[in-house]
């Protein structure tokens, strides 16, 4: 009786982890999460240049894309928003991007937030701070 019981508890526990109330239609946890890192260094005598590399996972399995939005948020500017947006490919709601910008110095290129979406879902990605890794890089070495 004990090892059908144990069946039974088994059976109960793996249905109820099928999608009922609060559970995602794509398998995942039903959340859609965004982290981003930029790895920031020169990259002339007076250009400031971060590549910035995000993950998507979560997003809906029905998504194919997502577009991220870099802002620069250093106190005492004008946020400003860096072109072209970090665009990727979502595949089972799991994708990557990466963007390369380039600044004159002296403006800032971080801190910064990213935001953005998914598609067609429109669902929202963000905003986060991505994590900064600085760059030291010899001479002539690029990003």
Do not use: K, W
Request: aromatic share 2%; charged share 10%.
């Amino acid at each position: 009786m004990r090892p059908a019981l144990a069946v039974l508890v088994l059976l109960v526990a793996s249905l109820a982890g099928c999608g009922g109330a609060g559970g995602a239609s794509d398998g995942s946890s039903g959340r859609t999460t965004l982290t981003c890192s930029t790895v920031v260094g020169a990259a002339g005598v007076d250009v400031i240049s971060a590549r910035l590399t995000c993950h998507v996972s979560g997003a809906p399995a029905s998504d194919t894309a997502f577009d991220l939005t870099y802002h620069v948020t250093s106190p005492g500017i004008t946020p400003a928003t860096l072109t072209p947006v970090c665009r990727g490919t979502l595949v089972n709601g799991v994708g990557v991007c990466q963007q390369m910008y380039n600044v004159v110095a002296p403006n800032p290129i971080a801190p910064a937030s990213v935001a953005g979406e998914t598609t067609p879902s429109h669902t929202a990605l963000g905003p986060v701070t991505p994590t900064e890794i600085d760059a030291t890089l010899a001479p002539g070495q690029h990003l």
